[in-house]
C-alpha cells in the first residue's frame, strides 16, 4: 500500500516507518516544514493547510500527530497545545479525504486509555464509558474529529494505546536511569493499574488493523494483562538487577509534576485489549517481564 504518515517523528512513528518499509509499503510522511526529500508532503495541521491533492491514489492514513501529554507541566498553554495539537492534525486529514476522488480504503487515528481516566480496579473495554478529567475530554474531542473519518465512508479505526514500554522514549525510558541505580520503587500507593503495551506491539497493531478489514472503531492497544505499578517497578528491577526499594510518594509526585502526575502516573486504568484479540492479532509479548527483557536487549 501507498501509506501516508503523520507523526512519523514520534515514539511510535520512528518505529513504524522501518516496519511498513519491510513489509513492502511505500510511506510518505508529513512534515511541517519545507520539503527536502521525494517522500515528504508539507503541511500546516495549525492553520489547517494541506493540499489534499498530494493525497489523490493515497491507500492508507496513519494519524499519529500530537503533542507530548509528559512534556511538562499541564500550564493552561500546554493543555491548550496538548489538545490543540491533536485536534487541528485530524480536522485536517479528515477534511482533505473528504476532498478525495479515490478516498484511502483505511483511516488509523490514534488515542489513548486514558479516555477512561481514573478507574481504580474497573476492568476496561472498548464499550466502557469515558471518564472525567482533561485526559477523557482530549480523548474523547479526538476520537470525535477522526469519527469524521468513517461518515466519508473510509474505514476507520482509532487505536487506543496504553504505556508504550520503549527504552527510546515515554515513561520507561524516564524512570529507567534511576532503577539501574538501584534508586526506584513505587509510585504513590502502587496500587494503581497500569495497562502497558510493548513498543513492538503498538507497531504491530497498526500494521494489523491497516491489512484487516474487521479492524474498526475504538480498539485498547494494551497486553493482555495489565499490572499494578508495585508488580510494575517490581519486574523492572529484576530485570535490571537492581532492588527497588524507594518508593515515591503521591505528594511528591504532584508537587513536582502537578495535575499531569494524578492523571497519568497515580491513575488506575486498567484495560483489555478485546476488540484487538477479537480480531486476530496476537500479541509478541504478553508478559511485561519478557516485554521488558526484549526491550532492554534492543
Not at 491514489?57 to 496513519?62: K, L, Q, R
Not at 469524521?148 to 487505536?159: F, K, V, W, Y
Not at 497486553?223 to 511528591?252: I, K, Q
Request: charged share 20%; with cysteine.
Amino acid at each position: 500500500m501507498k501509506i501516508v504518515v503523520a507523526g512519523a517523528s514520534g515514539l511510535i512513528g520512528r518505529a513504524l516507518l522501518p516496519a511498513l518499509r519491510e513489509h513492502g509499503h511505500e510511506v510518505v510522511r508529513l512534515v511541517r516544514r519545507a520539503v527536502i526529500a521525494a517522500d515528504e508532503i508539507s503541511w500546516k495541521p495549525d492553520t489547517y493547510e494541506l493540499d489534499a491533492s498530494r493525497l489523490e491514489g493515497v491507500d492508507a492514513i496513519v494519524n499519529l500527530a500530537g503533542e507530548n501529554i509528559a512534556g511538562g507541566r499541564w500550564t493552561a498553554a500546554r493543555r491548550a497545545r496538548i489538545l490543540s495539537s491533536r485536534v487541528d492534525a485530524t480536522r485536517t486529514l479528515v477534511t482533505a479525504c473528504a476532498q478525495l476522488k479515490r478516498k484511502p480504503g483505511v483511516f488509523i487515528n490514534a488515542s489513548a486509555i486514558g479516555i477512561y481516566g481514573d478507574a481504580s480496579d474497573a476492568e476496561l473495554t472498548e464499550a466502557s464509558p469515558p471518564g472525567l478529567g482533561f485526559l477523557p475530554e482530549v480523548c474523547l474531542i479526538w476520537e470525535t474529529y477522526a469519527e469524521g473519518a468513517a461518515r466519508t465512508g473510509i474505514r476507520t479505526a482509532m487505536l487506543r494505546f496504553g504505556v508504550v514500554l520503549t527504552a527510546e522514549g515515554g515513561a520507561l525510558a524516564k524512570i529507567l536511569p534511576l532503577f539501574r541505580l538501584g534508586l526506584g520503587g513505587r509510585m504513590g500507593s502502587g496500587r494503581q493499574w497500569m495497562s502497558w503495551v510493548s513498543l513492538d506491539d503498538a507497531v504491530g497493531a497498526v500494521l494489523h488493523a491497516l491489512s484487516n478489514a474487521d479492524c474498526a472503531g475504538a480498539m485498547n492497544v494494551v497486553a493482555p494483562e495489565a499490572v499494578t505499578n508495585v508488580e510494575f517497578t517490581a519486574s523492572l528491577a529484576r530485570v535490571v538487577g537492581r532492588p527497588a526499594l524507594l518508593p515515591v510518594p503521591a505528594w511528591m509526585l504532584q508537587l513536582i509534576f502537578g495535575q499531569m502526575a494524578v492523571d497519568t502516573v497515580l491513575a488506575s486504568t486498567r484495560a483489555r485489549p478485546e476488540r484487538l484479540r477479537a480480531t486476530g492479532y496476537a500479541f509478541r509479548h504478553a508478559s511485561l517481564e519478557v516485554a521488558l527483557r526484549s526491550e532492554l536487549r534492543r
